[in-house]
């Protein structure tokens, strides 16, 4: 039998590949089959068949478990997020005391303060528009030592340097859980039998915005 990836022979990619993450959630389904093994089991006797029942009320309660863990990681991103917004706005604040700053920043800006509703699909897009309007505040303060000096300013952009670890790490908590999710649904045929007559489907996990991934391809020294 041959290797299915032969390092003698590889086949190269130069130009490199980009990675998108698939905004989709796909139904968890059963065949018939996974009806003819719960009726062969009542075929075989009460015991088994009673036996499956608590098997599914088991999956029905860790698949219930685990959707509050997940909401409780996406929570986590939400506080910290929220913390970044409000060091965007002090620390802008405090810069446009200084300078001039892009009208476009300020009016950006007070648009984030009229309120934050997460959702699966929110969450990443504000999390691009805290890192750009970051990145461009960056810029107004890098190009005045004098305000790059100010102890309040420096003291804002640790704690948005400090949040965005933290932002960094709650996320990979998060995905790790969605990952876990989208694998137990598919667990045939407790958890899989459970999750397609409860309607489940799988979760997107969280991803980097557009502007984020092309701020990371940009030159930085």
């Excluded at 003698?8 to 139904?27: A, F, S, T």
């Excluded at 089991?41 to 029942?53: D, E, K, Q, S």
């Amino acid at each position: 039998m041959a290797n299915e990836l032969d390092e003698m022979n590889p086949i190269i990619n130069e130009q490199g590949r980009d990675v998108y993450v698939i905004d989709k959630q796909l139904p968890v389904t059963v065949g018939t089959g996974s009806a003819i093994f719960e009726i062969m089991l009542w075929v075989l006797g009460i015991i088994p068949g009673i036996i499956f029942l608590f098997m599914k009320k088991k999956a029905k309660n860790y698949l219930q478990q685990l959707q509050q863990k997940i909401q409780h990681d996406a929570s986590q991103i939400d506080n910290y997020l929220e913390q970044r917004v409000q060091v965007l706005q002090n620390a802008a604040r405090l810069v446009g005391q200084a300078v001039s700053l892009d009208k476009d920043v300020m009016t950006s800006i007070a648009g984030l303060r009229s309120g934050y509703n997460p959702t699966s699909s929110s969450r990443p897009e504000l999390s691009g528009k805290v890192d750009n309007l970051f990145a461009r505040l960056n810029f107004s303060v890098e190009s005045y030592p004098d305000i790059k000096a100010h102890a309040a300013i420096a003291d804002a952009m640790q704690q948005n340097n400090y949040l965005q670890r933290e932002i960094t790490a709650a996320r990979e908590v998060y995905n790790d859980s969605i990952a876990r999710w989208n694998m137990d649904i598919n667990d045939w045929p407790t958890k899989q039998i459970v999750a397609a007559k409860s309607g489940y489907t799988t979760r997107v996990p969280f991803t980097a915005s557009k502007e984020t991934k092309e701020q990371a391809r940009g030159t930085f020294f």
